[in-house]
């Protein structure tokens, strides 16, 4: 457009200097040519020479620019091609990686950085294995050149926040981290890893905030278990609040964790200890009979039943099994939890008739046969050795009647816990009738 507008402007003023000549072409002007040397030229001699000079100047001007065009189009050509080919480059560096052949990936992503040393992808992938190699220094040195070529990469933030975990270097953690939720607003990937680097530091009140957010942005679907996460993530500053003597604290929290995932077991277990504590025994016997409502899971009920047994409250544990058999009476869990309630209290009529309710899977089960025998040799007070070792085979069976299973890595262990002792999965685990 340039050349254009000098073309444009020169041709108004050769109109302009053409007209003035024209009426002027008789006249003569002294041309000096050195202080004594002159001569007399018509008017139309040196107007034409401007014009000519110019319009020769004007060409100059948009030879200069084609031709700087030309030259600026075959760079700006030469050096797409050169990202391209380090797109290329990078591409076929990641399907190395995807098949195990890391140090094929890495050729192909420095010949990358060869040709386009600004190539944001490949800095971070070439940074993420010097990371997993151990070299923390060179990670963190090329995850901040691609933070620096793109202040607002949330890719970048997040592998050099990790690469300062890594390096332990906490506070430098953190402080990407903040920025890079500056930036994320809709990725869920993004925000996960946001969380994940705020639990791995201990900062569970970010972590519980980044996890409301993930929440707040995943679809219908997910939004189940990311509700679990947030409890385990609740549960878990509960329990440190616990340890700090904070009860009243833990008490609040504990009850968020249910508002926000009301099958998450463990937060009832918890709360209802943390009533106990607090001299709250109704509250405590509420919140677990709660859990058993809402999760129809016999865990809350065993933990109530123990409960009561520390206050020798034998009776009212029966209670607690008829209640919850009222509840769900197809559960043939709660059933044989009842007949052994029965036994306890020394009420083996109602426990034979109980148990001879029972016709699904349990009723053939070593537990249920057990009973049977309790049952008939009820009030046998002999040394009877064959009766001694019935007892010690019904408790032994009652210990190990019920396992618990892990959802998540289906891992089993003997014992109820709030967190998977395998994968650490918070509220996963739940009852495995054997």
Not at 111 to 135: F, M, V
Not at 216 to 244: F, H, T, W
Not at 296 to 303: E, Y
């Amino acid at each position: 457009m340039a050349p254009f507008r000098v073309i444009v402007l020169w041709s108004l003023f050769a109109v302009g200097i053409l007209y003035l000549a024209y009426f002027n072409s008789d006249a003569w002007v002294p041309f000096y040519i050195s202080p004594e040397l002159s001569m007399e030229l018509p008017v139309m001699a040196p107007v034409l020479a401007a014009f000519f000079l110019g319009a020769l100047c004007v060409a100059i001007l948009y030879s200069v620019e084609s031709v700087s065009g030309f030259f600026s189009s075959i760079r700006k050509s030469a050096e797409e091609k050169r990202m391209r080919r380090a797109t290329t480059l990078y591409d076929t560096g990641m399907e190395r990686l995807t098949t195990g052949q890391r140090k094929e990936g890495e050729k192909f992503f420095t010949k990358a950085l060869g040709l386009n040393g600004e190539h944001i992808p490949s800095l971070l992938a070439l940074g993420i294995i010097r990371r997993e190699e151990g070299d923390l220094t060179e990670a963190i040195n090329l995850h901040s050149r691609a933070k620096g070529l793109n202040e607002k990469s949330a890719a970048a933030m997040l592998e050099l926040a990790e690469d300062y975990f890594r390096a332990e270097q906490f506070v430098y953690a953190v402080s990407t981290i903040k920025e890079a939720q500056k930036i994320v607003r809709k990725s869920l990937p993004a925000m996960r890893r946001i969380r994940d680097v705020y639990i791995r530091v201990g900062n569970i009140e970010e972590a519980i905030s980044a996890q409301r957010a993930v929440i707040d942005n995943s679809p219908v679907a997910m939004e189940k278990e990311e509700r679990n996460k947030l409890a385990g993530l609740i549960y878990q500053k509960a329990m440190e609040l616990v340890e700090a003597g904070k009860l009243e604290e833990a008490r609040d929290a504990l009850s968020r964790a249910i508002y926000d995932d009301n099958q998450f077991i463990p937060a009832y277990i918890k709360l209802a200890e943390v009533y106990e504590k607090l001299g709250k025994s109704r509250n405590a016997r509420k919140t677990l009979e709660s859990g058993f409502k809402a999760t129809r899971s016999i865990i809350p009920l065993k933990t109530l039943e123990l409960y009561l047994r520390a206050k020798d409250e034998n009776t009212a544990v029966v209670d607690t099994y008829r209640w919850a058999k009222g509840m769900a009476p197809e559960n043939e869990e709660i059933r044989i939890l009842l007949v052994g309630a029965y036994l306890h209290n020394g009420l083996p009529d109602t426990a034979r008739l109980e148990l001879s309710e029972i016709k699904g899977p349990l009723a053939g089960s070593t537990l249920a046969q057990l009973m049977e025998g309790k049952i008939i040799h009820h009030g046998d007070t002999s040394d009877n050795p064959a009766i001694q070792a019935l007892e010690k085979a019904y408790q032994r069976e009652m210990n190990v009647f019920f396992r618990f299973t892990c959802g998540s890595c289906c891992a089993i262990t003997p014992e109820y816990s709030g967190r998977c002792p395998s994968c650490g999965q918070w509220g996963s685990v739940g009852q495995l009738l054997l």
